[in-house]
């Protein structure tokens, strides 16, 4: 399987597909800090993205934080999903408490996502983040990410979670 890449906001929604989970940056904010929220036009390009996926989401992932939760909405409401969403704090902040053990920090913030793979059971996961967290993951795949756009994303395969997690 070829390693997963970051791709630009019109590119990872055809990427999105069964046994997945998309990492995909937030839309524009509306200024700084964690409770910034989306401006008008980031919740109009989240809407436009989830229109832009194939298939339907089975399960929505967020960090905390304003921006990231409106973003995943905006994309639910896009892709016409019910699916559940669910506030993660591991979005926020990967692998909380483990600033000193990038090794723990990571397998901690897999195995959270993994944890929610298997309490929910859905075959096709978006989670909507932070650049610094799409950055990470890309960095895990070995893929140089640099600062992800606004609605930047990259889709790994769930098998492939699982055995970088295994191998940590």
Request: with cysteine.
């Amino acid at each position: 399987m070829k390693a997963p890449t970051v791709l630009l906001p019109d590119e990872w929604p055809a990427k999105v597909g069964p046994h997945t989970v998309t990492f995909v940056r937030h839309a524009e904010k509306n200024g700084g800090g964690f409770m910034a929220d989306l401006t008008p036009a980031g919740v109009r390009d989240s809407i436009e993205a989830g229109r832009h996926i194939g298939c339907r989401v089975d399960l929505f992932l967020a960090s905390p934080s304003p921006r990231t939760m409106s973003t995943a909405r905006g994309i639910r409401e896009g892709n016409g999903s019910n699916a559940t969403l669910v506030a993660e704090e591991q979005l926020a902040e990967p692998g909380n408490g483990f600033t000193t053990d990038f090794r723990q920090a990571l397998k901690s913030f897999f195995t959270r996502i993994l944890e929610l793979v298997e309490e929910n059971r859905p075959d096709i996961v978006l989670a909507t983040t932070h650049n610094y967290v799409v950055e990470y993951v890309a960095a895990v795949f070995g893929t140089r990410a640099g600062s992800p756009d606004y609605l930047s994303g990259i889709t790994v395969n769930l098998e492939l979670l699982s055995q970088m997690c295994e191998s940590l």
